[in-house]
């Protein structure tokens, strides 16, 4: 039995307690030996002891059931025992106890073995009403709190939308902890008799408690404050929940309390009634799909199409005697579905009115921002959409120089001066991480003393970046806001949609950060700090700045944009993505700017489909995103863990850790693992909480050089041409693979048992190997593993797309133009011209992006300098797919002549 330590999240823990104690009760029945026997009882009293930590806080089976079990296994019942044991088992894994009744004693006449959810059609799902859990917080006996349960269930009415059943728990501690550990859990109702601690003193529920920082706060609340201070609580732990708060005291104590998520006071009544009208409200708020439901009815209609779009209603396919097997791969709906009509109860993506609008307005509440525009062709839409609509010619923008190329290509569209960053390299695994705060910290600075900040506009990052590094947001828009108080922030959330509904993941997202900034600076202790340090950092220079954790003026303005594919990490068809806002002054100034960047971008027959599922994908993180991501993080965890302990797969491979791809300055709490063979899980909170980078364990990074196959190869011809497991990226000698929310630990398994096998099959291989090939191999891996080119980085730009020599910033819009005549342009071969050219000290300048996959961002930007260093890296680049760069004809580059006419034509213009 593995150890609690051995669980990042209870979930998992639950489900296989209680397997083990099925496997246990079911090995009691048929046990003949006294003394297996009695190992056996000693066995299934620790898992029932396990279990008395978690099961207070679900509904089902119920402590009431789960006494009664263990009672029957101290009397020595173990056929009733193994029969109820697995009866609760199954029904947890089937999820029937969703939609009926689960009786656990062997005479009841409701056995229905065949109650697997998964052979129900879908159809017949999706016709059953929805089940989730409430929580009820009051410290009562065992009779009233019966009769709290009872009252409840006898408010449920057959025309009710959903179906519900409630758990009880004492004081605020347990409280958290059930939202914690309970997935079903939709509202909270507080009632006046909670207290503080929980009765159950416990390392695992410490564990949890700590988990969400909020001891500390526990700590210091006073008894009159129990139920706001709860609501506030879980507003900071799961902010998508409902939250209803019955007290005896005045209105007027209780109004000028922050109340959290609370949705609706009870003064001192027992109307249940109201109550439980009110829980449904509540939850079919965030149920409710306003453009998906629209589009359910439109399909329903009878319509006569004299319109664009001869496949709509599935017409064209029909009467086809040739295609009609598409029609039957999709079926009816998707074409009855198919319409490029904006009315009929539709909507117009471009200027929403109805049901779009509102979508999008649910969705601005989910992800918590101020406002979320919707968009489908992608997320390079999204970024190049926010970049027009904010940065004119001539702004100077800060940016990430590895982040996605779509953010290169829309500094050409805007015209904007570009400021290329630096990340850390790790060049042991041929990748970049993340820029620290230090080098945007130093160009600010630097633009600042050069007279230049009034032109600085924005500041372009990836969070999380494609390999799981993580910034601090707060930290670092708080910091540089203190330098520029009006500058605006782009985080690049493509692969970070699914943070927002995990505690310790929300803190680090830009919608999250904003919010907490924007409280933050209207406080009064803001505005203390903040003159103190003013005081203290007078006269400063620029190495004590660097070196300081600068805090911003009160009158800063928080400005934040995020971009996010909704599509990679949460439920939605393929481009579905979305913009989220948290911008103080997009009313008065962005506005109109935003509209008409939208409308140059956004086709004029968006894909109704892909609206749909983002407006469905929103309700299910709303409704789910709390135990979808936390079974996401278990199975990359668990991953982790298997791959790391394994003897056999140690020999041949590694998983990356935070220790392994962020260095130790930038992590200040000192963790190197969230796993350690001995201790079982980190303690992660604190590491999210403070350290400048983290790492996404849901990415999971494997080292794979000492196979001898290098990233590409191994993803290509091992793990897709051979097993049928799809991955995404790959470096020189890792692959990565990526957890999702829709990752079952079956497919887990299966990737062990292959990486397993490929072990295997190294063995063998070197087993019958001769010498030379014994030698061939250790020295493939020896180049994959110790042999890897340094990365450069970012050179400049050339003298002709600069300003002035001052400060980096450079025109790449004018380079990328200036490439469009021919004239203008010529070839170098690397090994040959480009070489040599270097060598003779000539300046030779990139005419275009020269992108290699891996890595996937531009090594190379149109009027960069190609450095030696640059040189070096594409000479030792193994890859087949190299963007902007013909094989045939080399490096296409800026001859010396358009340089030196642009040059004077520069020079010319200065002197004007």
Same mark, same amino acid.
């Given at each position: ?118 052979l129900l059609s879908p159809e017949a799902r999706a016709l059953s009403k929805p089940y989730f859990e409430v929580l ?18 006898? /408010? ?42 929980? +009765? ?17 706060d526990i700590d210091e609340v006073v008894p009159e404050d129990y139920g706001p201070e709860l609501c506030r609580l ?76 001869? &496949? ?106 570009? !400021? ?48 799981? &590094? ?9 910091? !540089? ?46 505005? +203390? ?57 997009? +009313? ?149 693979? /990526? ?174």
């Amino acid at each position: 039995m593995h150890s609690v330590n051995d669980y990042y999240s209870a979930i998992q823990l639950r489900s296989d307690r209680w397997s083990a104690l099925r496997e246990t009760s079911g090995a009691l029945c048929r046990s003949e030996n006294q003394r297996k026997t009695a190992s056996l009882r000693k066995q299934a009293e620790q898992l029932f002891e396990s279990l008395a930590l978690i099961e207070p806080y679900w509904a089902f089976p119920g402590m009431q059931a789960f006494d009664h079990m263990r009672r029957q296994m101290e009397h020595g019942n173990f056929d009733d025992l193994a029969f109820s044991v697995s009866r609760v088992t199954r029904a947890l894994t089937s999820g029937a106890y969703r939609r009926r009744h689960i009786p656990l004693d062997r005479d009841s006449s409701d056995n229905d073995e065949h109650d697997d959810e998964a052979l129900l059609s879908p159809e017949a799902r999706a016709l059953s009403k929805p089940y989730f859990e409430v929580l009820i917080v009051d410290n009562v006996n065992e009779h009233q709190e019966r009769w709290l349960k009872n009252t409840v269930s006898r /408010m449920r009415r057959t025309e009710d939308a959903f179906i519900y059943e409630s758990v009880v728990v004492p004081s605020l501690e347990d409280a958290l902890i059930a939202i914690l550990f309970n997935y079903n859990i939709q509202a909270i109702v507080v009632r006046p008799g909670l207290v503080l601690k929980s +009765k159950m003193d416990n390392p695992l529920l410490a564990r949890y408690l700590n988990g969400i920082g909020g001891q500390e706060d526990i700590d210091e609340v006073v008894p009159e404050d129990y139920g706001p201070e709860l609501c506030r609580l879980i507003a900071k732990v799961r902010p998508e929940l409902d939250a209803y708060l019955v007290t005896e005291r005045s209105v007027e104590d209780i109004a000028g309390l922050d109340l959290g998520i609370c949705r609706r006071v009870f003064y001192n009544q027992e109307d249940f009634l109201e109550l439980h009208l009110n829980i449904l409200r509540g939850v079919q708020a965030r149920n409710k799909t306003p453009f998906f439901t629209a589009l359910v009815e439109y399909s329903k209609q009878p319509t006569g199409v004299f319109h664009a779009m001869p &496949i709509s209603r599935g017409k064209s396919i029909s009467r086809s005697h040739w295609i009609q097997d598409m029609g039957a791969f999709y079926g009816p709906n998707i074409f009855l579905a198919e319409t490029s009509a904006t009315s009929g109860g539709l909507d117009s993506l471009l200027e929403p009115q109805g049901p779009i609008k509102e979508a999008q307005e649910l969705a601005s509440r989910a992800f918590g921002s101020k406002q979320t525009f919707f968009a489908t062709n992608g997320t390079s839409t999204c970024n190049k959409i926010v970049v027009q609509a904010l940065v004119r010619p001539g702004d100077i923008v800060l940016v990430d120089r590895d982040c996605h190329k779509s953010h290169h290509y829309g500094m050409v569209l805007s015209g904007a001066q570009v !400021c290329y960053l630096d990340s850390y390299p790790l060049n042991e695994y041929s990748m970049y991480g993340a820029v620290p705060i230090r080098e945007i910290k130093h160009q600010l600075l630097k633009l600042k003393a050069a007279g230049k900040l009034d032109q600085v506009r924005m500041l372009l990052l990836t969070n999380c970046t494609f390999d799981g &590094i993580v910034y601090n947001v707060e930290r670092m828009m708080e910091e !540089c806001l203190a330098i520029k108080p009006d500058l605006i922030f782009l985080w690049d959330e493509a692969w970070f949609a699914f943070a927002r509904f995990s505690p310790n993941y929300r803190q680090r997202t830009a919608m999250h950060a904003a919010d907490t900034l924007r409280e933050r600076f209207r406080s009064v202790a803001h505005k +203390k700090a903040y003159e103190a340090q003013q005081d203290a950092l007078k006269d400063a220079d620029e190495e004590t700045l660097l070196n300081t954790r600068l805090i911003p003026a009160p009158e800063a303005r928080v400005r934040v944009y995020a971009t996010q594919s909704t599509h990679k990490t949460l439920t939605s068809l393929r481009q579905g993505s979305m913009i989220h806002v948290h911008d103080q002054d997009f +009313k008065g100034e962005v506005e109109q700017s935003f509209h008409e960047a939208y409308m140059t971008h956004t086709s004029t027959s968006p894909n109704y489909q892909i609206i749909a599922s983002l407006d469905v994908g929103r309700r299910q993180v709303e409704l789910e995103g709390f135990e979808f991501v936390q079974r996401q993080v278990e199975a990359a965890m668990s991953m982790r863990r298997a791959i790391s302990t394994h003897p056999q797969l140690k020999k041949y491979f590694k998983v990356l850790t935070a220790g392994d791809m962020i260095p130790e300055e930038h992590r200040e709490s000192g963790i190197t693992s969230y796993y350690d063979a001995q201790q079982g899980w980190t303690d992660i909170w604190d590491c999210w909480e403070n350290d400048e980078f983290v790492l996404d364990a849901t990415r999971v990074t494997l080292s794979v050089g000492g196979t001898g196959w290098d990233g590409d190869t191994f993803k290509t011809k091992i793990l897709m041409d051979k097993y049928g497991i799809q991955i995404n990226k790959t470096s020189r000698n890792t692959v990565l693979f /990526m957890t999702n929310i829709g990752t079952t630990r079956s497919s887990v398994a299966y990737l062990i048992e292959v990486l397993v096998e490929i072990a295997n099959s190294l063995d063998d291989l070197l087993d019958d190997a001769s010498k030379m090939e014994r030698l061939s191999f250790d020295r493939r891996v020896k180049n994959l593993m110790e042999d890897y080119p340094p990365l450069p980085d970012f050179s400049r730009f050339h003298d002709a797309f600069r300003p002035d020599n001052g400060t980096s910033e450079g025109d790449i819009r004018s380079a990328f133009f200036m490439s469009y005549d021919e004239n203008n342009c010529d070839y170098l071969e690397i090994d040959g011209s480009l070489k040599d050219a270097l060598e003779r000290g000539e300046e030779v300048v990139s005419a275009s992006f020269i992108i290699p996959y891996p890595p996937g961002f531009p090594i190379l930007v149109p009027g960069q300098v190609v450095s030696k260093e640059i040189l070096a890296f594409m000479r030792a680049l193994d890859v087949n797919e190299i963007h902007g760069y013909r094989a045939d004809l080399g490096l296409r580059v800026l001859t010396p002549e358009s340089l030196a006419a642009r040059n004077q034509r520069k020079l010319s213009k200065a002197a004007e």
